[in-house]
């Protein structure tokens, strides 16, 4: 357990490590912000704040040092800078966990292979086998960019095949990433969401499911508890637990 009165590092200095700062503060701690590029809204608020290229592995070790644990605010760190941490100070979650999630196919790999719901997809590395991937899932799909897409960035979404005819000017609107997701588009009624909190000894708790209401892609609002029924919120609940357990995470997991 890490006492109040101790210091937890922060990789990534955005507004989730600001929250987790504040809310810290009421019960004691300390925190320290390793952010490649400041001032940044986390590093306001902390006790230190370092600024360096997450390549800069002399900062990494200084940084490991005056800090009790490391986590991470978002899953855009490269999963090789919490293996090299780890070998100074306990980092949670792991670098498994973030190898996973920081990246559209592993995850849906991991969810499909543990028989989990996932929507039907395909993949693609280029031009060309983004036309068979499209065709593969049909219309109306959406493709999404495997790794750093966020509010809406690097996604497309095809409405019929009249979108898709020219798959080549679309790998360019993706500025040709390396490799991307086709994703049957689904009507839904709404986001939700469920934070999963869990100990190293397999104990978990959650908050209350969350809906999210978006505007233009982007997160607006957050309604808690959600407005669904209880039936709902019980299976997002063990969904997310489940989630929590098969992954072995330590520290919070949100399933949406």
């Given at each position: 357990m890490i006492t109040p009165g101790s210091t937890i590092g922060i990789l990534g200095g955005g507004q989730l490590g600001r929250m987790l700062i504040l809310a810290g503060r009421h019960l004691g701690y300390r925190f320290h912000v390793f952010e490649p590029s400041g001032p940044c809204p986390a590093g306001m608020v902390a006790d230190q704040e370092v600024n360096a290229p997450y390549s800069n592995q002399a900062a990494l070790r200084a940084f490991a040092a005056g800090v009790d644990v490391i986590t991470l605010e978002f899953e855009n760190i490269p999963a090789p800078v919490l293996d090299s941490?780890?070998?100074i100070k306990p980092v949670l979650p792991g670098s498994q966990i973030l190898h996973i999630c920081q990246h559209?196919?592993?995850?849906?790999?991991?969810?499909k292979a543990n028989h989990l719901p996932c929507v039907p997809f395909e993949y693609a590395d280029s031009a060309q086998s983004l036309k068979a991937a499209i065709h593969t899932i049909g219309f109306p799909c959406v493709i999404k960019t495997a790794a750093f897409g966020y509010d809406g960035k690097g996604q497309i979404k095809l409405?019929?095949?009249?979108?898709?005819?020219?798959?080549e000017s679309l790998w360019n609107r993706l500025e040709r990433p390396p490799r991307v997701v086709v994703e049957q588009w689904i009507h839904h009624c709404?986001?939700?969401s469920v934070i999963c909190a869990r100990k190293a000894n397999g104990s978990?708790?959650?908050?209350p499911m969350a809906e999210n209401v978006h505007l233009n892609h982007i997160l607006h609002a957050s309604i808690?508890?959600?407005?669904t029924t209880d039936a709902i919120q019980q299976a997002g609940k063990a969904l997310a637990e489940q989630i929590a357990d098969i992954l072995?995470?330590?520290?919070?997991?949100?399933?949406?």
């Open positions: 941490l780890s070998a559209r196919q592993r995850e849906k790999d991991f969810l409405h019929s095949a009249t979108d898709a005819a020219d798959t709404g986001e939700f978990k708790s959650t908050f808690v508890p959600a407005r072995d995470v330590v520290g919070l997991i949100a399933v949406e």
